[in-house]
C-alpha cells in the first residue's frame, strides 16, 4: 500500500498478505551480497520495493547464510542505522533484522517499527527486555541456533508438531518480558535447521502456526528448498518465480512474505487475490419450511416440511472492522428470503427448490459463493431412512 507521498505503509494493498522487500546490506548476504552497500543504492532499492508493493522494508546487516562471519554490533550499526534513518526520512515503514539488542533499539530509535529476530530473542538475552520497552512489533522466529549447529539440530520427529511447540515457547517467553501480543510476529524460519522436507512439511501446516495467534510470517524466498525444484545451475534470481508461486499458494495462511523481489511476489498476489473465494462464511441450518414440492399429487396435496442448510461465503473482514450492518448480511432477512423461496410456487424436484434458494441468496452483493443444502426428511421413499437431500454450489456469475 502506497500512502500519498508515495512511502510504504504497513499492512496489506488489498485483503492479502504484506509483501516485506528484503534489504540487505551485508557484503556477503547470498543473493544480493554487495550490492547495496552504499547509501544511494540502498535507498534506491528499497524506493523500487516500495513502488512494486512492498509494505515493510526489512533491513539487514548481518547475513545468517551458512558460513556467514557473525557481525558485531557496532559494525552492524554502522552499516544499518543510516539506512533505516533515510528510509524513515522518505516516509516508509521499516524492519530492523538483526539478533542484537543495542541494534534493535538503536534502529527503532531511529525509526524503525519492527524488530526482526531471527532467534526469537535467544541470541541476545537483553533482547527480549529492550523490545519490551521499544515501540516497535516483534518478530519471534523458530531458531535452534547459529548455521554451525544446523546438521546436527535439523532431526524432527515432526517438524511442524515441533517448530509450533519451540516457536509458541518463545512467544510465551517475549509476552513475559512484557512485549504486547498484539505486537507480536511468528515465522517458522524456513531453512533454518531445516531439510528440504521440513520446510515444506512447516508449509503444509502453517494453520498451526496461525492457531498460535500471532500474525505470521514467512520468508521462503531464494532460499535452497526452492531452488532444489529448479535444473542445476539455475541464478539464484531464478527461484523469485518459484518464490511468488509459493506465497501465492499459502497467501490465506499467512499475514506477511518476506521477499526480495517483491515486483513478481506482487503479481502472483494479484493472481490469487483474484481466484479466491473468501473462507469467512455465514451459516444457516435447518432452516425449516412448509412446501410443496414434488412428483406424487399427495406432496402437491398435502405438502410436507423442507429443511434448508445454507453457507453464504462472503468477506467479512470489514464488516467485522467497522462493526457495520451495511457490509455484510443481516441473517434474520436472508432467513426470511430463504423459506419465501421454498414455499413459493410447487416445483418437482429439490434439485429447483435448491437452484432458487442459492439465486436468492447471491442476490445479496457481498456474497461470492453460496453452498445450499435442500433436506427432504418425509420423502416418499419406501424402505427405512434418516433424510435425503441435495447439495448445490453456485457462485456469483
Ligand atoms: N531469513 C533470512 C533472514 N532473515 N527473517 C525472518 N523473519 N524470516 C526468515 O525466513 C529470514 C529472516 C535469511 O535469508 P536472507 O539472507 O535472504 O535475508
Known amino acids: ?75 552492524e550499526q554502522q552499516r544499518v542505522l543510516p539506512v533505516v534513518g533515510a528510509l524513515v526520512e522518505r516516509g516508509i515503514h521499516v524492519s530492523i533484522d538483526t539478533m542484537h539488542a543495542s541494534t534493535a533499539a538503536a534502529a527503532v530509535e531511529a525509526g524503525a517499527a519492527i524488530v526482526n529476530d531471527v532467534s526469537g530473542g535467544l541470541a541476545d538475552p537483553a533482547m527480549l527486555d529492550t523490545v519490551a520497552a521499544l515501540d516497535a512489533d516483534y518478530v519471534v522466529m523458530h531458531w535452534r541456533g547459529s548455521s554451525e549447529h544446523w546438521a546436527e539440530r535439523s532431526e524432527y520427529a515432526w517438524a511442524p508438531r515441533e517448530v ?11 509476552r513475559s518480558a512484557g512485549i504486547a501480543h498484539s505486537r507480536l510476529w511468528v515465522d517458522p524460519g524456513l531453512g533454518f535447521a531445516k531439510r528440504p522436507e521440513h520446510n515444506w512439511q512447516v508449509l503444509a501446516h502453517l494453520a498451526e502456526l496461525r492457531a498460535l495467534g500471532a500474525r505470521v510470517l514467512v520468508g521462503a524466498s531464494r532460499k535452497r528448498f526452492l531452488g532444489a525444484l529448479l535444473p542445476d545451475g539455475a541464478a539464484t534470481d531464478e527461484r523469485d518465480l518459484l518464490t511468488a508461486a509459493l506465497g501465492a499458494l ?129 420423502a416418499p421413499i419406501t424402505v427405512p431412512f434418516d433424510d435425503v437431500s441435495v447439495t448445490i454450489v453456485r457462485g456469483r456469475a
Not at 548481518?62 to 559494525?75: D, I, M
Not at 509450533?164 to 517475549?174: K, W, Y
Not at 457495520?324 to 434439485?351: F, K, S
Request: charged letters at 25%; glycine letters at 8%; proline letters at 6%.
Open 164 to 174: 509450533v511447540d519451540e516457536v509458541g515457547a518463545r512467544l510465551d517467553a517475549a
Open 250 to 378: 499459502i497467501a490465506d495462511d499467512v499475514d506477511a512474505l518476506r521477499v526480495h523481489d517483491v515486483r513478481s511476489s506482487a503479481r502472483a498476489l494479484a493472481v490469487q487475490a483474484a481466484l479466491a473465494v473468501p473462507r469467512d462464511a455465514i451459516t444457516l441450518t435447518g432452516l425449516r419450511a412448509r412446501a410443496h414440492h414434488g412428483v406424487f399429487e399427495h406432496e402437491r396435496r398435502d405438502g410436507q416440511e423442507f429443511i434448508i442448510d445454507v453457507v453464504a461465503r462472503l468477506d467479512l473482514r470489514a464488516a467485522a472492522a467497522g462493526d457495520a450492518l451495511d457490509r455484510t448480511v443481516h441473517y434474520g432477512v436472508l432467513a426470511e428470503q430463504v423459506v419465501a423461496a421454498v414455499e413459493r410456487d410447487p416445483v418437482d424436484l429439490i434439485e429447483t427448490v435448491a437452484e432458487r434458494i442459492a439465486s436468492v441468496v447471491l442476490e445479496h452483493s457481498p456474497v461470492a459463493e453460496v453452498e445450499v443444502t435442500v433436506h427432504k426428511p418425509q
Open 1 to 75: 500500500m502506497t500512502s500519498p507521498s508515495g512511502a510504504a505503509q504497513p499492512g496489506p494493498a488489498n485483503h492479502g498478505p504484506a509483501l516485506w522487500g528484503i534489504l540487505n546490506v551485508t557484503p556477503d548476504s547470498f543473493s544480493d551480497g554487495g550490492r547495496f552497500e552504499g547509501l544511494d543504492a540502498a535507498v534506491a532499492q528499497a524506493e523500487q520495493l516500495a513502488a512494486d508493493g512492498a509494505a515493510v522494508i526489512d533491513v539487514g546487516g548481518e547475513s545468517t547464510r551458512p558460513g556467514a562471519e557473525p557481525v558485531p554490533p557496532q559494525l
